[in-house]
């Protein structure tokens, strides 16, 4: 046993990432991608979408939703009993964490519907805001998916060991439970749920950015502002909460999220999208 895995407490220094993991991981990658191009070429064709409206979804992501929600939780730690009431408990952090993104992209989407109003009101433009916005999630899940593809690969060629051994000793644990741990525990088919998953919250994203332009032009009650923000926490909850490590626990938590989206997607497709006004010019 190397001084590496007794620090780590007696881990295989041989062991290796499954390639049918790297190969679903890569999978799930190029399914977000591709649904990322396809559904921004047939918006800009199809409805005229222009894109400006895009990079102010993304803007107001990056600022209201991935900034929003890590102060969030920042300012939450300094209250003294914050870290030990979800210390033991680190699924209601996630929970949590759930909200606060909720609540920054329903901010971010209000604002970009503010924006929009008398000066990109076609229906292409308002779903190209949604795009920007669930552009920030794709970009966050593609940079994992990279990330851990390569992890993945070094492990399989230049071995664990190796990589570890460049790691401060003061780090070690945390790298090894953090980066590695998961690419050799979670099942193959986990990581290929993740990105059908991810391509799903793209095309809700559209679908809730177009909710609340109609709301914030009293098309539809505003009230659907409040309920686009429910209906994020809620398709977002399920595979964020759920350990990947359990096969059966992620097929559940997805089976819940995709009857959740078809629901939802159903409703606002064919009830609400039909009650907002857009500005063909």
């Known amino acids: 046993m190397t001084d590496l895995s007794q620090q780590l407490g007696g881990v295989d220094m041989n062991q290796t990432v499954d390639g049918s993991a790297v190969s679903m991981i890569t999978a799930g990658g190029i399914l977000l991608l591709s649904v990322l191009i396809v559904m921004t070429v047939v918006i800009f064709k199809r409805w005229h ?23 969030g939780i920042s300012a939450l730690a300094l209250i003294p009993s914050f870290d030990t009431a979800f210390e033991n408990n ?14 920054g992209i329903t901010i971010a989407r209000v604002l970009v519907s503010m924006m929009l109003k008398e000066r990109y009101e076609r229906q292409g433009d308002v779903m190209l805001g949604g795009m920007g916005i669930g552009f920030g999630d794709a970009l966050l899940y593609g940079m994992t998916a990279i990330t851990n593809t390569v992890l993945a690969l070094g492990v399989n060629n230049a071995g ?14 945390t790298t090894y439970e953090s980066s590695f741990e998961p690419l050799f525990q979670t099942p193959a088919l986990s990581w290929l749920i993740c990105g059908v998953g991810a391509s799903m919250d793209i095309v809700m994203s559209v679908l809730l950015m177009m909710v609340v332009f109609g ?3 009293n098309c539809i009650p505003r009230i659907w502002i409040l309920g686009s923000g ?21 097929m559940v938590a997805f089976l819940v999220k995709l009857v959740l989206f078809i629901a939802m997607a159903g409703y606002v497709s064919k009830v609400l999208v039909k009650e907002i006004v857009y500005v063909e010019d």
């Open 215 to 217: 709301a914030m032009k």
């Open 49 to 71: 979408g222009r894109f400006m409206p895009m990079l102010l979804g993304a803007v107001s992501y990056a600022i209201f939703v991935f900034i929003f929600s890590n102060l």
């Open 90 to 103: 680190p699924t209601s952090r996630l929970i949590l964490y759930c909200i606060l993104c909720a609540v």
């Open 230 to 250: 429910i209906a994020q926490c809620l398709i977002f909850m399920p595979l964020q909460v759920v350990a990947l490590t359990s096969t059966t626990g992620v």
């Open 160 to 173: 664990l060991e190796s990589l570890l051994s460049t790691v401060d000793p003061a780090d070690l644990v």
